[in-house]
T-cell receptor
Framework: ETGVTQSPTHLIKTRGQQVTLRCSSQ?????VSWYQQALGQGPQFIFQ???????GRGNFPPRFSGLQFPNYSSELNVNALELDDSALYLC?????????????FGNGTRLTVT | AQSVSQHNHHVILSEAASLELGCNYS??????LFWYVQYPGQHLQLLLK??????LVKGIKGFEAEFIKSKFSFNLRKPSVQWSDTAEYFC????????????FGSGTRLSIRP
């Protein structure tokens, strides 16, 4: 089975710019969650999408937004980038939106904001 | 706010030593508990989980964890570690009432001396 794939692997942006990160979920998984992992920290929940709708959100401002497509792939968009947005962004897919099945993580996108 | 604490940031052990990694959480209601592991160069993956029932749960590769409700703890143990256990370990908690939001601790880096 194909695992979770994320693109790009690395990205450098300037403060104030906008960025789109992409995620293909594991085959058969209908739920996608996005996490931000700063250096030396654990992953922080940004939001979750289930059947193309946002299904829960962490403490992130509205400039963090997302989409899920009919094939369950997903995008994370961040507007007006700030230096503190520099982090590893992880996508995880799962079989259900209740947290009962394991999260399957991708390798992440490393975003650097200068 | 709900939080997860992993007090050991870096643990160094010799092969065959016993391991215990601490995890405490702050939420008083019903929770689901997880340990995730990230081996060098690999993505995060589930090691074990507790939802209900026997508070001593067994995971892959000989790991186990014990849920002690009165102590708000979910410590990870392994009787005899191997060099291949070198990895970063993350404890995570989800409120049973929350469909989506899983909160991760900051992680413990485990280094095993061969």
């Amino acid at each position: 089975e194909t695992g979770v794939t994320q693109s790009p692997t690395h990205l450098i942006k300037t403060r104030g710019q906008q960025v789109t990160l992409r995620c293909s979920s594991q085959s058969g998984h209908n739920t996608v969650s996005w996490y931000q992992q700063a250096l030396g920290q654990g992953p922080q929940f940004i939001f979750q999408y289930y059947r193309e709708e946002e299904n829960g959100r962490g403490n992130f401002p509205p400039r963090f937004s997302g989409l899920q497509f009919p094939n369950y792939s997903s995008e994370l968009n961040v507007n007006a980038l700030e230096l503190d947005d520099s982090a590893l962004y992880l996508c995880a897919s799962s079989l259900d939106n209740q947290g009962n099945s394991p999260l399957h993580f991708g390798n992440g996108t490393r975003l650097t904001v200068t | 706010a709900q939080s997860v604490s992993q007090h050991n940031h870096h643990v160094i052990l010799s092969e065959a030593a016993s391991l215990e990694l601490g995890c405490n959480y702050s939420y008083g209601g019903t929770v689901n508990l997880f340990w995730y592991v990230q081996y060098p160069g690999q993505h995060l993956q589930l090691l074990l989980k507790y939802f209900s029932g026997d508070p001593l749960v067994k995971g892959i590769k000989g790991f186990e964890a014990e849920f002690i409700k009165s102590k708000f703890s979910f410590n990870l143990r392994k009787p005899s570690v191997q060099w291949s256990d070198t990895a970063e370990y993350f404890c995570a908690v989800k409120r049973s009432s929350s469909a989506s939001k899983i909160i991760f601790g900051s992680g413990t880096r485990l280094s095993i001396r061969p």
